[in-house]
C-alpha cells in the first residue's frame, strides 16, 4: 500500500470513527434526556391540549414522568385551568395519554373538604374534609374513598396525592388543622384511616401518595407562601403514620414537605435534605418507594433557591420525582423545557450522578407498574 493510500485509509478510519462516536454521544444524549424527563411532572394552563401546544410538543418528544390537573389558576386567579365538567376532563386525560403513548402519570389533589378539585360546581360528588371523615367509622371511611376513588378512575387519572398523614398537633395551622386536612392528632388514628384510604385507591387502581414528611401538621404557616420552620413545634411523633405504614407496605409513595426543621437539618428545607430523606426516610425508616417533592413553584422554595440549585438539592437529597405545578407567582410556558435541559446538563457535569437519575427511574417505574399496566389505570390493585 502507498503511503497515499495508507493516508487516505487512516482519514477514512478516523472518520468514521468520529461518526460512530457522535452517533453514539447523540444516542447517550436522548437516552440521558428519556430518563431525566421522567423524573419531571407538570402543571400547565388549558382545558384541551389544543389550549396549550408546547406541552402537547413535550408529551410527543420527551414525556415527562407525569402531569398534574387543576381546577384553579394561581397566577392569573381565575377559572378555569384545566378542569370545567366530567366529559371535558375525561376527553383532556385521554388525550394526555394519547400525546404520550400511555406512558404517563396523571394527578390531582383529592383529599375530601377543601382541597378538592373535583368540585361540585364542575358536576362531581362532593366528599367530607378528612376530619369529618375520621369521625365515622372505618367502615364509613371505606364506602367515602371507594366512591371518591371511582370518580377519580373515571376521570383517566392514575395519581392522587392524598392522604395527608400530617397529625393535627396544631389545630390552628392554616395549612393543615384549621382546613380539617388532618385525620387526627393521634398517630394510631392517622394510620388507621389513612390506609383505609390506601385500599379504596388501590381498588380502582389509583396511586397514592403520603404526605407532607416528616410532617407539617405543627407548623404556624403555610409553605405555600414562604419559609415554614417547625423547629420548636415538630415532635418526633410525627414519624410514626409513615413508619407504621411502611411496615405495612401500604406507603407507595411519599411527597416531602419545604419545612426547615434545623433539628433535623440546620441549613436545608426537607425537600432538599439528605439528612431528612435519604438518612431518615431511606435508612432509618426503610422505604424503598417514590419519593415526590411538594411543588417547587411554592415560595418556600422559590424565594430562597434559583432553579438550577432547587434541582440540584432536590435530586441529590434523593427526591426521585420533581412537581413543577406552573401555578404559582407566574406562569411559564417554557418551564418544562427548562428544568428537563436544567437536569440533563447537572448530570453530565457530574454534579448529579447517573446511579442518582437510574435509581429514580427505577422508583417512578414501579410506582407507576411499568411492565405489567404500564402507566395507564390497569387492573384492580392491593396491599398486604
Given amino acids: 500500500m502507498t503511503y497515499n493510500k495508507i493516508g487516505l485509509f487512516l482519514l477514512l478510519c478516523i472518520g468514521i470513527n468520529a461518526f460512530t462516536s457522535c452517533q453514539s454521544a447523540q444516542t447517550d444524549d436522548e437516552e440521558l434526556k428519556a430518563k431525566a424527563a421522567k423524573m419531571l411532572m407538570f402543571g400547565f394552563r388549558g382545558t384541551s391540549l389544543e389550549d396549550a401546544p408546547e406541552i402537547k410538543i413535550f408529551l410527543e418528544s420527551h414525556p415527562p414522568g407525569g402531569l398534574i390537573l387543576f381546577d384553579y389558576d394561581v397566577p392569573s386567579k ?5 378542569i370545567i365538567s366530567p366529559e371535558q376532563l375525561s376527553q383532556l386525560t385521554q388525550s394526555i395519554k394519547q400525546a404520550a403513548s400511555g406512558h404517563i402519570l396523571i394527578a390531582l ?24 371523615t375520621a369521625a365515622m367509622s372505618l367502615d364509613s371511611a371505606a364506602l367515602i374513598y371507594q366512591q371518591m376513588a371511582s370518580e377519580i378512575h373515571k376521570m383517566g387519572f392514575n395519581v392522587n396525592f392524598a392522604p395527608v398523614v400530617d397529625l393535627n398537633t396544631n389545630p390552628q395551622c392554616p395549612v393543615i388543622g384549621k382546613i380539617e386536612r388532618s385525620f387526627a392528632a ?31 401538621g405543627s407548623s404556624q404557616a403555610d409553605s405555600h407562601l414562604g419559609f415554614t420552620d417547625v423547629s420548636n413545634s415538630w415532635q418526633e411523633d410525627e414519624l410514626l403514620p409513615y413508619s407504621k405504614l411502611i411496615q405495612n407496605d401500604a406507603a407507595e409513595a411519599i411527597m416531602t414537605a419545604h419545612v426547615f426543621n434545623k433539628r433535623i437539618d440546620s441549613v436545608y428545607p426537607a425537600s432538599l435534605s439528605h439528612v431528612t430523606l435519604t438518612d431518615i426516610l431511606r435508612k432509618k425508616l426503610g422505604f424503598k418507594g417514590l419519593i415526590i417533592s411538594d411543588d417547587m413553584a411554592m415560595s418556600a422554595i422559590v424565594d430562597h433557591y434559583g432553579l438550577e440549585e432547587a434541582i440540584l438539592l432536590a435530586v441529590n437529597a434523593g427526591v426521585d420525582l420533581l412537581i413543577f405545578s406552573n401555578n404559582g407567582k407566574i406562569y411559564d410556558p417554557h418551564l418544562p423545557q427548562k428544568t428537563l435541559h436544567i437536569l440533563v446538563q447537572l448530570v453530565k457535569q457530574g454534579k448529579i450522578p447517573l446511579s442518582r437519575v437510574d435509581d429514580a427511574v427505577r422508583h417512578i417505574e414501579n410506582y407507576a407498574g411499568q411492565g405489567q399496566t404500564g402507566f395507564e389505570n390497569g387492573a384492580e390493585r392491593s396491599i398486604k
Fill in 78 to 82: 381565575s377559572r378555569p385551568r384545566n
Fill in 109 to 132: 389533589d383529592q383529599e375530601g373538604g377543601k382541597v378538592a378539585r373535583l368540585k361540585e360546581r364542575y358536576g362531581f360528588p362532593v366528599f367530607p374534609s378528612a376530619q369529618k
Fill in 186 to 216: 393521634d398517630p394510631d388514628s392517622v394510620t388507621a384511616f389513612a390506609e383505609v384510604f390506601i385500599n379504596a385507591m388501590n381498588k380502582y387502581d389509583i396511586r397514592s401518595c403520603l404526605k407532607h414528611f416528616p410532617g407539617h
